[in-house]
């Protein structure tokens, strides 16, 4: 089955500046990638999906690129804020929201 | 938009009591998920449903855990006996059809002492 590995474990940035987190996945039959962000007792949040067909997708302060060669995607969040602190999950799947399989996590702190 | 709402919050039992937890998914939501988040761990899914039908439930050890989606809305997963390794927080998620994002509940954090 389907195998995501996440790394950093853990990331600490100064604020204004960039931060990257990135993820293998093991099943080449993989062909949606979402991106979740979990804040302290809450659920995870999506904050950016990509599919298959596209090697890069941005929104605003964040972007997300795919290479399906080497099977491996990654979050980059620009600019980086106090409320972007949280833990972020990156997860795959071959059918969009089913069968999803999550990445360890990454904790990041931006400190001001 | 209402979002996916799930009770109790927090859950504390001691092993082998039974406990149920529920699950009222965004309206219009065919799809709907269980997940087991263990501390410092992603979430796994445990079970997904169609409508009111089973999808897949091939993680979900069944000699312990039920889940039902009656009339296809709602619904309950529930741990009889439980163990202390079932300590974690239990995720509800849901999706208009199986290939749209999905978006999760705040979930239910149990404690088995």
């Known amino acids: 089955g389907e195998n995501v590995e996440q790394h950093p474990s853990t990331l600490s940035v100064q604020e204004g500046d960039s931060a990257v987190i990135k993820c293998t996945y093991s099943?080449?039959?993989?062909?949606?990638f979402p991106w979740y962000k979990q804040e302290l007792g809450k659920g995870p949040q999506l904050i950016i999906d990509?599919?298959?067909?596209?090697g890069e997708k941005k929104d605003q302060r964040i972007a997300v690129t795919l290479n399906k060669t080497a099977k491996h995607f990654s979050l980059h969040i620009t600019e980086t804020q106090p409320e972007d602190s949280a833990v972020y999950f990156c997860?795959?799947?071959?059918?969009?929201?089913?069968?999803?399989?999550f990445g360890q996590g990454t904790r990041l702190t931006i400190n001001p | 938009e209402a979002g996916v709402a799930q009770s109790p919050r927090y859950k504390i039992i001691e092993k082998r009591q039974s406990v149920a937890f529920w699950c009222n998914p965004i309206?219009?939501?065919?799809?709907l998920y269980w997940y087991q988040q263990i501390l410092g761990q992603g979430p796994k899914l445990l079970i997904q449903?169609?409508?009111?039908?089973?999808?897949?439930d091939s993680q979900l050890p069944k000699d312990r855990f039920s889940a039902e989606r009656l009339k296809g809305v709602d619904s309950t997963l529930k741990i009889q006996p439980a163990k202390l390794e079932d300590s974690a927080v239990y995720l509800c998620?849901?999706?208009?059809?199986?290939?749209?994002?999905?978006?999760f509940g705040q979930g239910t954090r149990l404690t088995v002492v």
């Open positions: 998620a849901s999706s208009s059809d199986r290939n749209t994002e999905a978006f």
């Open positions: 099943d080449s039959a993989s062909n949606y």
């Open positions: 990509i599919r298959s067909n596209v």
């Open positions: 997860a795959a799947s071959t059918g969009g929201a089913q069968k999803l399989v």
């Open positions: 309206s219009g939501h065919a799809t």
């Open positions: 449903f169609q409508n009111n039908g089973v999808v897949d």
